[in-house]
């Protein structure tokens, strides 16, 4: 009985036993994460709209809107009046119901959901004057006053607002190739923006009781209408800026007849608007190329600005195919211009600026803007306006076509730190700049504001480098972007970020993609490929309304250089550089095989085998190399060798024949994500050095180690990866062997 248990228990006994042994799990499929996988997955699909190669297709369409503008200045009040008739021309193939403009002033407005919508905190040292204007005094009451909306024949026509958008209702459906016209009058209370904030409004000087106004998203907009999103109708929160479609442009402005102004387009009266003498200095500064004329002088400014006429007196500008209007007023003006020639076309270089901003302006500002408008036409198109303006508006930076504000002034000594000159030179370069992205190059800024703030970054950084004065640029130079690219992951996002999503405005859409375009035009592609692409996308485009995928096919299609990976790692994501030298093995030539190599078979051709003898190569820290063959290689002195190049060589090849002397292995890493190419600089025993660039795709079939071997005549002393700080390397201790010491604060 107890055996036959047993009997029965034992099968029980190994069934159990199966049942607990693990079986491994099958492994999990994985999806396509290679570095070098093409975008289709990210891009939009081409179309008839616009074409796989970047560039726009056969049906490309844009919408048109024209303005006829009237407005006033009520100086004493800090108001500003208007009545606009715009005329708006459906060139989509669609109807549309209703039309969309853009309300900008009412960001400000006491509804404005934009201060609800920003977290807040208490800034426990606070200025009397800025305590008191954030809890202490009523707020402006700012935002647009609509007086009405009507039609061509005067009829009031049917409107919402909601915040920044107001939507015209259509009695009917615009068909395609229609065109409307209706009128808008409002007003709005003008802004202190160095108190209130705001990219607009006007700067107060306590010491003569003037005004210097720069005025701009003064009127009811047009919104874009396009093939990509339909309406760009989205909220004005602050950070993502303005889309707008292209048109005519006639404004009357009307100001105190003591006021000198600039505005984007040509001035129509300039003889009502200028004394006599004033004509003739205006007239000068056009044929003036190398030194600015100065057409209102500081003396007859000062005049006026103790004046406050209570006369006035109207400007006239028309402008044609551009996006927007800006100005720029004050009784406190001087205002000096030069001509520009470009390549195929003279155009103006114009400032207007206050005494406080002297003599720092006067010596720089219009220079500035001639120089500015050389080197971006020499890298995209000759610039097409026929002037662009610098106005001096302190706590500002802001541009509109043909004129832009600009910070920067002297102390009250008139004496100009270089910190603030060269501030100043920036941020001119940048905003005079923009004229070409996004003024006529014209993206969606408040999708993505890097198209233009990136795009015009690196174009800033080329031409702050071309003044030939060592510029500290402070965008463009990969080191530059490092402290941010090694930065705590909770507080980046991809470039690939929309406008209000952005939590470090200014790295993310500035200065990471000014970076990216530098290395890839410097490292990545060479400046002649690069430059070429870049000008293509430039004159595919101007005039017209791009997409991200837009600049990213056309710089491959006008290059061929496949760059998926590159727009991949640097656009799509958050990862960062880091490339490394892992390992460096010297190896040793022997004819003595190791027990490893005592076996090994080389490959001849396709299908066949070598019989030896060989040469073989032996690692130095190999136990059984002999300590005789720790030398470098004299190819006369070893036999085999000797007898091959003897015996099959000819007597060209042999007057040509290299006489490496040292062989090295050098495994290199990846701890970064980011796909680079590899820069090597080598260091020699006799003090010279060598440089070798391995491009990205030398990563293709292993993300995390490359490996490259070199056979020197020369013994290597030491291996530098990166040595100029190219590509934005986060962490340089892994970059050299020997591996460099790092000393501390305290050696």
Known sequence: MKKATLLLLFPAMLFAQEKTTPTPP???????????????????????????????????????????????????????????????????????????????????????????????????????????????????????????????????????????????????????????????KWWYNINNYQQDGGRSGYEFFEKDGNKLYVIAQFYPRMAVYNDVEGWQNQ????????????????????????????????????????????????????????NPVVIVTQAEAEAAEKGFSTKKKTWKFSAKNVRDFGIATSRKFIFDAMAVKLSEKTVMATSVYPKEANPLWGETSTRTVAHTLKSYSSHTFDYPYPKAVSVSAEDQGMEYPMICWNFGRPDANGVTSPQVKNGMIGVIVHEVGHNFFPMIVNSDERQWTWMDEGLNSFMEYMAEQELGTNFPSRRGPA????????????????????????????????????????????????????????????????????????????MEDASAFDLDWFWRGWFYSTDFVDIGINDVKQYYVTDTPTTELKNAKVRRGRFGEEKGPFVYLVEGTNAELKESDKKALKVDEFKLLADYVNEKLTAEEKASLNAPKYFYEVEFNKPGGLIMPILVELTYEDGTTENFKYPAQIWRKNNDTAKKVYATSKAIKKIQIDPKLETADIDVTNNSWPKAEVKSKFD
């Open 26 to 184: 099958k492994q999990q499929g994985k999806y396509d994460t290679n570095k070098f996988s093409q975008m289709y997955d990210l891009l939009a699909t081409p179309n008839m709209f616009r074409t796989a190669a970047g560039a726009p297709g056969p049906a490309y369409y844009q919408q048109q809107a024209d303005y006829k503008i009237d407005i006033e200045l009520d100086d004493k009040n800090s108001r500003l009046s208007g009545a606009e008739t715009i005329t708006y021309y459906n060139n989509s193939p669609d109807k549309l119901e209703y039309l969309w403009l853009q309300m900008d002033q009412n960001q400000a407005a006491k509804n404005s959901q934009s201060p609800l919508a920003e977290s807040e905190r208490i800034e426990t040292t606070m200025a009397p004057s800025k305590f008191a204007n954030e809890y202490l005094k009523q707020g402006l009451d700012r935002g647009f006053k609509l007086e009405y909306v009507k039609d061509a024949k005067g009829n009031p026509m049917t409107y919402t607002v909601n915040q920044t958008m107001m939507r015209i209702d259509l009695p009917t459906p615009m068909k395609p190739g229609e065109k409307i016209t209706f009128s808008v």
């Open 235 to 290: 909220q004005f929160w602050g950070s993502g800026e303005f889309a707008l479609p292209f048109g005519n442009f006639d404004v009357n402005i009307t100001v105190p007849a003591d006021h000198v102004m600039e505005a984007t387009g040509e001035l129509l009266n300039p003889a009502e608007v200028f004394t006599a003498e004033q004509m003739k200095r205006y007239e000068l500064a056009k044929k003036s190329f190398d």
């Open 479 to 554: 080191k530059n972007i490092v402290p941010y690219m090694s930065g705590d992951q909770k507080f980046l996002e991809p470039i690939m970020s929309n406008s209000e999503s952005i939590i470090q405005f200014g790295n993310n859409a500035y200065g990471k993609p000014a970076t990216a375009l530098n290395i890839l035009r410097e490292t990545v592609m060479g400046r002649e490929l690069f430059d070429h692409a870049f000008k293509t996308y430039a004159n595919r485009w101007k005039f017209k309304h791009p997409t991200p995928e837009d600049f990213f096919r056309t």
